[in-house]
């Protein structure tokens, strides 16, 4: 099984913007629906947003919509966040997370493969 490996966190101002990539993405590793989560410290896991390989379509939080933006690159097997006007609230540990079936539920609970993890830090 090939591995999740999330890349591109870091620290930036408030305002600012960070874009995620996830590599091992997508059908060519039998992940039918592709979603980001976050967990800050004492918090639950929660989910970002989600794609749908197949029909691409997506799904997110409310505290995110409009800001963020997931998209898939099927020929590199890539699936991106993009983060717009973060906020000091976005600082979590951000995770790429995968299942094998369509439909993208931003519940942690189903999904079987996950990433290890970015940090992002959003200083105000």
């Known amino acids: 099984q090939v591995r999740l490996v999330e890349s591109g966190g870091g620290s930036v101002q408030a305002g600012g913007f960070l874009r995620l990539s996830c590599a091992g993405a997508?059908?060519?590793?039998?992940?039918?629906?592709m979603a980001w989560f976050r967990q800050a410290p004492g918090k639950e896991r929660e989910g970002v947003a989600g794609?749908?390989?197949?029909?691409?379509?997506?799904n997110y939080v409310d505290s995110v919509k409009g800001r963020f933006t997931i998209s898939q690159d099927n020929a590199k097997n890539t699936v991106t966040l993009l983060m717009n006007s973060l906020k000091s609230e976005d600082t979590a540990m951000y995770y790429c997370?995968?299942?094998?079936?369509?439909?993208?539920?931003?519940?942690?609970?189903?999904?079987?493969?996950w990433g290890q993890g970015t940090q992002v830090t959003v200083s105000s």
């Open positions: 997508g059908n060519a590793y039998g992940r039918k629906c």
């Open positions: 794609v749908s390989i197949d029909s691409g379509t997506t």
């Open positions: 997370a995968a299942r094998p079936t369509s439909g993208c539920p931003l519940t942690a609970f189903w999904y079987s493969d």
